[in-house]
């Protein structure tokens, strides 16, 4: 009698989650990335101006960021989930990131010394070689970050294995990292002697100012380079040849590379959306309403504490200058606190019952702070009618009190702030691992719901406000509106993640007795 032996598959253990050091190496990345962007938000409108761009170019030109998050991400993360270099998956593409972004800091420092040594004329106000040189190395820029942060959040992903507590504490660590790199970009931006560290930035075509701006990119380029280096020696990440398991993952996808290999990238994308699960669905709707409410604030913050609170204008006098630098000193406090709640989030978590309890309530307060605007900019308003004012001169500052208000709402937004850099992108995280998605793909979808919001909220915040007679208020009560409704769909329709992996020895043992 013959025996029929039947070989199953051994089922194969969940990946292991790498040590908490290497995850944070990795997340480390984000400060040296951030850095740069405090410098862009602080910097680069001035040097624009020192330029000559004309106003409607710097339309276009900060249209630069929405659409390479729109495009790069999903296009980087397709192909890092497909890719097969010995290197990894996401390393390649993080290097990659970090050089292109040296280039385009060279670019961009150096445009006016460019510019002059192509034939711009320094007498003229306007240089156009080296508009053209900085337009260039400003897109090369934004589509450099947005082609390192989502391999970063992807790498985060790979290396916490299917421990969703731990892939909760990389994103937590990583939105650290981030308020690191705005503290880092904002107080170098606010330092007007920082050329000195390097005399050679000075030159004909190159200003003080500009000088200055160089030395921040230097220093920026210098973090960003050194955390990367660091991070990717440190970090191994399963390549397609290191167990059956990937080898069988790397086989599928070539197979479905093959079955369709005339279908282009745009039809993977709708095919992605067309895959996603309603975890996903409900997940990428709370994540575009939340950024509805973020993106007036967000690109107006400053200009708000200029006008209403300040009650000053655009290029005249001195309260506009006065509020922008008070409205830069509540950033730097935003992301103080924005730092300090990120390592707490996963605590502060379990003590209100879960992530999507977490998310739902800070929703909330982010919709109570930005209605705290109206009250802010009332009480400003009716300090300035209650002076007396000789004709001509401009009103006194804001009171202290009002001014403390203010800056107040700059701190208290660092707690929603910080869940929203974190728990949006676990949660893409873990429901993709459930259904089997590629993370890189993934988080570049979610990245759409952060993008399209951001391009329609510049595109209409400036008519919505003037419909109500101009200022930046009707755009924050909207964005009141719209955290409410975040708030609300994250408490009611939003799943709550899978229990996590049992993290101790005891934890698993039992797991395994179970099974």
């Avoid at 593409?93 to 460019?114: E, K, P, R, T």
């Avoid at 240089?127 to 897109?139: E, N, S, T």
């Avoid at 390097?198 to 000088?211: E, M, Q």
């Avoid at 707490?344 to 705290?372: H, P, Q």
Wanted: aromatic share 8%.
């Amino acid at each position: 009698m013959e025996v029929e032996t039947i070989h199953k598959k051994k089922p194969q253990p969940p990946p292991q989650s790498s040590p908490l050091r290497k995850i944070i190496l990795v997340a480390s990345i984000a400060a040296g990335i951030q850095f740069g962007w405090a410098l862009q938000l602080s910097l680069l409108t001035p040097y624009v101006q020192l330029l000559g761009i004309p106003h409607t170019w710097a339309a276009f030109i900060w249209l630069c960021g929405p659409i390479s998050g729109m495009l790069i991400q999903p296009i980087v993360g397709y192909h890092s989930d497909r890719c097969t270099s010995r290197f990894g998956r996401r390393r390649p593409f993080i290097a990659a990131g970090s050089a292109l972004v040296a280039i385009a800091v060279f670019l961009i420092g150096y445009a006016a010394d460019l510019g002059h040594l192509f034939g711009d004329n320094l007498g003229k106000p306007t240089k156009p070689r080296a508009i053209a040189i900085f337009v260039v190395g400003f897109w090369i820029l934004d589509v450099a970050n947005n082609m390192l942060q989502g391999p970063c959040r992807a790498l985060l992903a790979d290396i916490s294995g299917s421990d969703t507590k731990r892939m909760r504490t990389a994103n937590g660590f990583y939105s650290f990292f981030m308020a690191v790199g705005n503290v880092l970009g904002f107080s170098a931006g606010s330092y007007t002697h920082l050329h000195k560290m390097f005399p050679f930035t000075l030159s004909k075509a190159c200003d003080v100012y500009c000088a200055n701006l160089k030395s921040c990119f230097f220093l920026s380029i210098a973090l960003l380079i050194a955390l990367t280096i660091l991070a990717l020696m440190s970090v191994t990440e399963p390549t397609a040849d290191d167990d059956d398991d990937d080898q069988e993952k790397q086989e599928e996808i070539q197979e479905d590379d093959n079955a369709k290999p005339s279908e282009p990238f745009l039809g993977e994308i709708i095919g992605a959306f067309r895959e996603l699960q309603r975890p996903m669905w409900v997940l990428l709707l709370v994540t575009c309403l939340n950024w509805i409410a973020w993106f007036p604030f967000l690109l107006f913050d400053t200009d708000w504490m200029g006008r209403e609170v300040y009650g000053g204008e655009v290029g005249k006098g001195r309260l506009y200058d006065l509020g922008v630098r008070a409205g830069a000193l509540g950033l730097m406090l935003n992301s103080v606190v924005l730092g300090c709640v990120s390592l707490g989030i996963e605590t502060v978590a379990r003590a209100l019952g879960g992530v999507k309890r977490l998310w739902g309530i800070v929703n909330f307060l982010l919709a109570i702070c930005l209605a705290m605007t109206v009250l802010v900019t009332k009480l400003a308003e009716s300090s300035r009618h209650g002076t007396t004012v000789v004709a001509e001169a401009e009103p006194p500052p804001p009171l202290g009190g009002i001014k403390a208000g203010a800056l107040a709402l700059f701190a208290v937004l660092g707690i929603p702030q910080a869940v929203t850099y974190s728990v949006p992108f676990a949660l893409a995280s873990i429901f993709c691992s459930n259904s089997g998605a590629g993370q890189g793909l993934s988080l570049g979808v979610l990245n759409l719901a952060i993008v399209v919001p951001q391009m329609v909220v510049s595109v209409a915040s400036g008519p919505w406000d003037a419909l109500f007679g101009g200022g930046n208020l009707p755009a924050f009560v909207l964005g009141a509106i719209a955290a409410v409704l975040s708030g609300i769909l994250a408490l009611t329709m939003l799943p709550s993640p899978p229990p996590d992996l049992p993290t101790t020895k005891n934890e698993r043992a039992a797991a395994a007795a179970l099974q």
